[in-house]
């Protein structure tokens, strides 16, 4: 079970850092990603990063690139996503999900197995 927290309503140029904390799987032996999605827009892929054993790299998406960062703690079962310089595009639901995919393919939405229940972010220009 995965669970979504820390969205809400901010102006443009605040910062939010949302946290998913992970039950039940051992979760350090999952990558871990951050989706997002607009009303009426498919799911966006936000940042992902690799599971203990792999370095613990990120990718993050070329939208969110010097502003959003990932990053997690296998202790406490929790990934977190650091957003700064938010802007109104980056409006919508924030959903983390778990994968053991090969890493190529991490930004691809169809390659997860199990996801939170997403929380809202909402930026105002």
């Known amino acids: 079970q995965l669970q979504a927290s820390g969205g809400g309503l901010v102006q443009a140029g605040d910062s939010l850092r949302l946290s998913c904390v992970a039950s039940?799987?051992?979760?350090?032996?999952?990558?871990m990603g951050w989706f997002r999605q607009a009303p009426g827009k498919e799911p966006e892929f936000v940042a992902a990063?690799?599971?203990?054993?792999?370095?613990?790299?990120?990718r993050v998406a070329d939208s969110v690139k010097g502003r959003f960062a990932i990053s997690r703690d296998n202790a406490k079962s929790t990934v977190y996503l650091q957003m700064n310089s938010l802007k109104p595009e980056d409006t919508g639901v924030y959903y983390c999900a778990v994968t053991q995919i090969v890493w190529a393919y991490v930004d691809d939405a169809r390659r997860y197995t199990k996801w939170g229940q997403g929380t809202l972010v909402t930026v105002s220009s």
């Open positions: 039940g799987r051992t979760f350090s032996n999952y990558h």
């Open positions: 990063i690799q599971r203990s054993g792999y370095g613990s790299g990120t």
